[in-house]
């Protein structure tokens, strides 16, 4: 069955490009099915409210739970994890991303204002496992383009949608690592060489290279994500080198 997911948002035209490019190619091919639905269509009244004020006061409205719990009614598959897109969520990571694509689907939900009546997410973990989780440390203005990144790094690791499983195994972050820099022709470019180990033919001078490289460049740009590496001796004898 191909692998499904669903988003519900008031944006919905804002998620039309989930269906070009790479996740266009995999939704033809039968991979993924997408579905993006209107929040307004669950609401209620004449007006199509799907806000109102914060209890105990502040700034900002809130999304209202009742529209939410009909649009996951009809939307969610028994047992689908639902993933919230909040600033105040756990970090979402690559690890998540590999575990969300080997189960059947994810559902989105879609916040907007100050975020989405908490008893949505508490009522919804009755009907499957919920994640609430942040792209990273910045505050968007919804959770839309959240969707796009995680909807993109979870379709790019099913089966048979990236053409070169190498690539994909071999992704920064893949082994907790950054990926080196990469080259391609001509040798000589503007006065900038390729490193000439690459043009030798050592392939495995290329490979402790490339992993020198990758150690390098993790330490200097993220520290955290080396702390956390599993490293070799090899590893901290190139580092130290
Ligand atoms: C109200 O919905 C929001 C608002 C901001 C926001 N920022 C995110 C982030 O991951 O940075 S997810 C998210 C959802």
Redesign the pocket.
């Known amino acids: 069955d191909p692998y499904r997911i669903d988003i519900v948002t008031i944006f919905p035209e804002y998620l039309a490009p989930l269906g070009q490019s790479l996740l266009g190619k995999a939704a033809e091919r039968g991979l993924v099915t997408i579905g993006v639905h209107d929040l307004r269509q669950w609401t209620d009244d004449v007006h199509r409210t799907v806000d109102d004020a914060p209890y105990g006061g502040g700034p900002g409205m809130v ?1 209202k739970p009742e529209p939410w719990g009909r649009a996951l009614d009809a939307v969610r598959p028994p047992g689908t994890r639902l993933v919230v ?3 105040a ?1 756990r970090l ?1 990571t690559q690890a998540m991303a590999t575990a969300w694509a080997a189960e059947p689907g994810l559902v989105f939900a ?7 009546d908490q008893r949505v997410a508490d009522w919804a973990a009755h009907a499957g496992p919920v994640s609430e ?11 839309e ?2 969707v796009l990144v995680m909807v993109e790094a979870v379709t790019r690791l099913l089966p048979g949608v990236v053409g070169n499983r190498e690539s994909v195994e071999f992704d920064s972050h893949a082994d907790g690592l950054l990926e080196g820099p990469a080259y391609t022709r001509p040798a000589s470019w503007r006065g900038h060489e390729v490193p000439p180990v690459l043009l030798s033919g050592d392939h495995a001078a290329i490979a402790r290279w490339r992993r020198a490289e990758s150690l390098r460049r993790t330490a200097t740009r993220r520290p955290d994500l080396l702390a956390r590496a599993a490293l070799t001796e090899a590893d901290r004898a190139l580092l130290d080198g």
């Open positions: 999304m897109p909040t600033p969520g979402f879609c916040g907007r204002y100050e975020g989405i989780v942040s792209i990273g440390d910045y505050v968007l203005a919804g959770g383009s959240a």
